[in-house]
């Protein structure tokens, strides 16, 4: 079992609120991943960092923001939430690959379901 | 266009029955494919990697084929239990970047009845 943990599990909010999805892991990780996921589709990568003071944004584009000020947490923000937020979001990490190996293993998160009424 | 194509969308089975779902990729350039299994309201945990020499590899009742020549997988789950039913995602990865891009299919929603 993965040491990534995520809250809320769940979060139900009405339109332009501020809203924060935390994620932190305790395995010493240095890459750390958002992705968001609808029902029955393929997760898409929102948002990644390398380390500490790095972020960048994934493939699809999205209208939350990231920070990574320690190594543990990967904080997502909306601020003013819509109705299209609306999906599951998920957090990942990944320590370096071994020698040899070109990628690493993520390991994910319970996930938070976000719904804005 | 890098893409991962799942099948069958959705399968049910019995208690005790084995299955065999499928996965189509045209990523390139191709570093890893891994199957990954997601429990309804979790996140997906690995169950196996496979990279381009190897052509097979176990986890217990889990057994993932790649064929990359044909760009092919395959997930082989023998004697099913109620607790295999969930999304199973094949994910691949290319060489194409230092991040190691993941390319995931939309999943088989496998059900296993008792």
């Known amino acids: 079992e993965a040491d990534i943990y995520q809250t809320p599990r769940y979060l139900v909010i009405g339109t332009g609120k501020k809203i924060t999805l935390e994620c932190s892991q305790t395995?010493?990780?240095?890459?750390m991943y958002w992705y968001q996921q609808d029902p029955g589709m393929e997760l898409h990568l929102i948002h990644y960092?390398?380390?500490?003071?790095?972020?960048e944004k994934g493939d699809l584009s999205s209208e939350s923001t990231v920070s990574r000020i320690r190594t543990e947490h990967f904080p997502l923000t909306l601020e003013s939430a819509r109705p299209s937020h609306t999906s599951q979001y998920l957090c990942?990490?990944?320590?370096?690959?071994?020698?040899?190996?070109?990628?690493?293993?993520?390991?994910f998160g319970p996930g938070t379901r976000l719904t804005v009424l | 266009k890098n893409q991962v194509e799942q099948s069958p969308q959705s399968l049910i089975i019995l208690e005790g029955k084995n299955c065999t779902l499928q996965?189509?990729?045209?990523?390139?350039?191709?570093?890893?494919l891994r199957w990954y299994k997601q429990d309804t309201g979790r996140g997906p945990v690995s169950l196996t990697i496979?990279?381009?020499?190897?052509n097979t590899k176990s986890n217990g009742r889990y057994t993932a084929t790649l064929d990359a020549d044909t760009k092919q997988s395959s997930l082989h789950i023998t004697a099913s239990q109620l607790s295999d039913s969930a999304s199973y995602i094949c994910?691949?990865?290319?060489?194409?970047?230092?991040?190691?891009?993941?390319?995931f299919g939309r999943g088989t929603q496998l059900t296993v009845w008792p």
């Open positions: 990942a990490s990944s320590e370096r690959a071994p020698r040899g190996e070109s990628t690493d293993t993520q390991y």
């Open positions: 496979m990279t381009f020499s190897e």
């Open positions: 395995m010493g990780h240095d890459k």
């Open positions: 994910v691949v990865s290319d060489r194409g970047s230092t991040l190691g891009r993941l390319y």
């Open positions: 996965c189509n990729y045209t990523v390139s350039p191709f570093s890893n």
């Open positions: 960092s390398y380390g500490v003071n790095s972020t």
